[in-house]
């Protein structure tokens, strides 16, 4: 049974190309042999190819994975750090819960008055 890959935008399917892309440029400017970053990282030469291809089906371990031997994990601590869509719901949220005014309390009748009988005049 054929595995199926999780769909995506477009721009997203873009974005991962261009990021697969920029491993494999961190890789060859190390001068490193993609058989010897696969070895290290613990993957398969097939899967480091697919990982330099941006493929969207490869786990984000194995990108990480990829990413320590590169010496680029730091890069890691940049991956959704600015949200500022996240803040605006955020903020959206702390507002105060409007409430309705008090109503003003009527008295209540007191127990005297309540078992007290009426007088007649």
Do not use: C, F, H, W
């Not at 920029?22 to 010897?36: D, V």
């Not at 031997?69 to 803040?87: F, S, T």
């Amino acid at each position: 049974m054929a595995r199926t890959k999780p769909s995506l935008l477009p721009r997203v399917s873009r974005l991962l190309r261009g990021y697969g892309e920029n491993l494999k440029l961190a890789r060859l400017r190390r001068r490193y042999s993609a058989e010897m970053v696969a070895q290290r990282a613990g993957i398969s030469r097939k899967t480091l190819s697919r990982v330099e291809k941006g493929d969207s089906a490869v786990a984000l371990g194995i990108y990480a994975r990829v990413m320590q031997v590169l010496r680029l994990e730091e890069d890691l601590a940049k991956l959704a750090v600015d949200d500022p869509l996240g803040r605006k719901l955020q903020d959206t949220a702390l507002s105060p819960k409007r409430r309705a005014p008090k109503r003003p309390s009527s008295p209540s009748p007191s127990v005297d008055s309540v078992n007290k009988p009426k007088e007649t005049s």
